[in-house]
């Protein structure tokens, strides 16, 4: 027996098997595969990537991130590994063209898809306007706020370049929609510094037949009408307008519910002085409400 003969036989696989095994390892990556790979050249265009086997990539500038970058060289040194997604298969030459501005909208989907699920807060700057709201960049992706979903909806061109708080009410990667409201996150972050039992400020936002709703900087309460004054209150459109100032006391906070209760009849010094006397009750306020404290806080003594 030749050594030939015994080797070809002591092989584990035949040479057709090896040829297939090389030719594995050398597929070219399809749209759409991770693949890691090193940054070996920079030009003009771009970076040159090595990616193993018999063919290699390119990351356009407009790939390279989500975010505007200044110096190619900084932001993808010569020699630095790391993943990239192929996002067109190879040309005539082998090559194909790869992105991490990809990757990190995608990554950057997930982590918005996670605030909205815990109720987290991010920030947004707004950058545009039209007849529905504001456009804004959320984390380089381009998201709305409806014109209801905004604390000053009047005077839109006033809000292009100011950063906001938003709470995320839809993310859908899918249909490239991202609608916030800035609206919901005041009213979350106020209501964490309301305190039930205090005197606050507010402007009349809405009058119902059952009572008044008053904005609160970002919330609205219910000052129900038995809540008004010791007496009957015949009509609530007598004594309110929309946009009127009112002190007014902070009676319960229901977070859970997103519900806040306010009184005013623990100002008057007598059943009906809010509707004989409502600017003086108003501009006295503070006093008044320090008296009711006291008594309040009085042990009752008999005579």
């Not at 009676?251 to 306010?262: A, G, M, Q, V, Y």
């Amino acid at each position: 027996m030749t050594a030939q003969s015994r080797s070809n036989r002591d092989m584990p696989f035949s040479m057709e098997d090896f040829a297939k095994a090389l030719e594995g390892h050398d597929t070219i990556p399809e749209t759409g595969q991770l693949v890691t790979g090193k940054v070996f050249e920079h030009d003009a265009n771009g970076v040159y990537v090595d990616i193993g086997g018999k063919s290699h990539g390119f990351l356009p500038l407009k790939e390279i991130s989500a975010e505007l970058v200044t110096n190619l060289e900084e932001a993808l040194p010569l020699n630095e590994e790391r993943e990239f997604l192929v996002i067109r298969g190879a040309n005539a030459d082998g090559q194909v063209t790869l992105s991490i501005r990809q990757i990190e909208i995608k990554e950057t989907w997930d982590k918005l898809a996670e605030f909205q699920e815990s109720g987290e807060t991010v920030e947004v700057e707004v950058t545009g306007t039209n007849r529905g709201g504001v456009v804004v960049d959320v984390r380089g992706l381009r998201g709305f706020i409806p014109r209801s979903h905004l604390v000053d909806r009047h005077n839109l061109d006033a809000l292009v370049g100011q950063h906001l708080t938003v709470t995320l009410l839809e993310v859908n990667a899918d249909e490239d929609k991202l609608v916030c409201s800035h609206r919901q996150a005041a009213k979350a972050s106020r209501m964490r510094y309301l305190v039930a039992g205090e005197l606050v400020e507010g402007t009349v936002a809405n009058i119902k037949p059952y009572g008044v709703f008053v904005e609160l900087g970002g919330v609205t309460g219910l000052l129900h009408i038995k809540q008004i004054s010791k007496a009957r209150i015949p009509d609530l459109e007598t004594l309110f307008e929309e946009g009127q100032p009112l002190k007014v006391i902070i009676t319960e906070i229901d977070e859970w519910k997103n519900r806040i209760s306010l009184s005013m009849k623990e100002l008057e010094s007598y059943p009906g002085e809010v509707l004989e006397k409502f600017q003086d009750v108003m501009d006295n306020a503070e006093e008044r409400f320090s008296h009711h404290q006291t008594e309040e806080e009085s042990p009752e003594t008999n005579p």
